[in-house]
């Protein structure tokens, strides 16, 4: 059975920081793409940036200079660091795996950005 379990949301000031984390079991971990989506109210959701197995990242324009992706083959988890949070970055955020022709997402981890 897949499982995809993010946390480490919550509520943060703007300006702040936050970590996200996704545990994985039930896939090949080490040769999974993981990636971190989020989706705002009223918006489609949304790439924010991802990594591959080798350890590629790639992230979109909303994350460069701020996030920072990563994972742990060891502990079958990956991470999203983000700093210098706006409110505009308030959203749930979804952990996704992909290899070959599969695909999987977690149930998605709320971040809030307010004063």
Request: net charge positive; glycine share 14%.
């Amino acid at each position: 059975q897949v499982q995809l379990v993010e946390s480490g949301g919550g509520l943060v000031q703007p300006g702040g920081s936050l970590r996200l984390s996704c545990a994985a079991s039930g896939i090949p971990f080490s040769i999974s793409t993981m990636g971190w989506y989020r989706q705002a109210p009223g918006k489609a959701r949304e790439l924010v940036a991802y990594i591959s197995g080798g350890g590629s990242t790639a992230y979109q324009d909303i994350a460069k200079g701020r996030f920072t992706i990563s994972r742990d083959n060891a502990k079958n988890t990956a991470n999203l660091q983000m700093n210098s949070l706006k409110p505009e970055d308030t959203a749930v955020y979804y952990c996704n795996a992909a290899y070959g022709a599969s695909e999987y997402w977690g149930q998605g981890t709320q971040v809030t950005v307010s004063s």
